[in-house]
């Protein structure tokens, strides 16, 4: 069973204008996590924002905010104020496991393209 | 700039030979992670290391190992390559693991292209 699902394989956003991209997951643990990548078309992976199962308040890291709802199982990533810069393939992971024994699972990417 | 380093950044080599992909965490980071990124199979966790163990395993074919030295930098080893095996090999670091230590900042990747 997919544990990330990213249900938008294309994204088009105006530039200026506010875009959520969607991410829902499925897990058992109680503890888990929350991340969002960004992969522009040089190949390497990003870092955005990181959103903790037990963190009571959406993260939010510059014009990146993560729109968690643990009882929906989503965590969608909202862009602000889109820019050029932001056009990428952007990708949901969820951590299990914890301490220094973990992984990431990866959905499968939203190619986000802003245009002027 | 990540801080985690990968060589080489492109690798072209044939069928049924051997590369060896080399990766350096961040500095103070103990856990590597590698990971494959194929246009088939999208990006997928292959093997965890912490400290120079082994800590968890994921997709990892028999044909790939990896190791981690004493200095933390950590080695990919493929063998017998096939042509499925062309892929973007990505090196991640972390730290302890908590607070916001589970966050992995990843290397700039190996571009593994098999003929």
């Known amino acids: 069973a997919q544990k990330i699902t990213q249900t938008q394989p294309g994204m088009f956003v105006q530039e200026k204008e506010a875009v959520t991209l969607d991410c829902t997951y499925d897990?058992?643990?109680?503890?888990?996590?929350l991340f969002w990548y960004k992969q522009p078309s040089s190949g390497e992976m990003i870092f955005l924002i990181y959103q903790g199962s037990y963190d009571e308040q959406n993260a939010t890291e510059g014009r990146y905010s993560l729109n968690f709802q643990k009882a929906r199982k989503s965590a969608n990533l909202v862009i602000s104020a889109s820019q050029l810069g932001d056009s990428a393939m952007y990708f949901c992971?969820?951590?299990?496991?914890?301490?220094?024994?973990?992984?990431?699972?990866f959905g499968k990417g939203t190619l986000l393209t802003v245009n002027p | 700039d990540s801080g985690v380093t990968q060589t080489p950044k492109h690798l072209i080599t044939a069928t049924g030979q051997r590369v060896t992909l080399r990766c350096s965490p961040r500095s103070g980071d103990l856990s590597v992670y590698w990971y494959q990124q194929s246009l088939d199979q999208g990006l997928q966790f292959l093997i965890q290391?912490?400290?120079?163990?082994?800590?968890a395993k994921g997709n990892i074919l028999e044909r790939f190992s990896a190791q981690q030295f004493p200095d933390l930098h950590s080695e990919l080893n493929l063998s017998s390559l096939e042509l499925g095996d062309s892929a973007l090999y990505f090196c991640?670091?972390?730290?302890?693991?908590?607070?916001?230590?589970?966050?992995?900042?990843f290397g700039p990747g190996t571009r593994l292209t098999v003929t």
């Open positions: 290391y912490y400290n120079g163990e082994e800590r």
């Open positions: 991640a670091s972390s730290g302890t693991g908590q607070g916001n230590g589970y966050e992995q900042y």
């Open positions: 897990t058992s643990d109680q503890s888990y996590g």
């Open positions: 992971a969820m951590r299990e496991g914890g301490g220094s024994n973990y992984k990431l699972t």
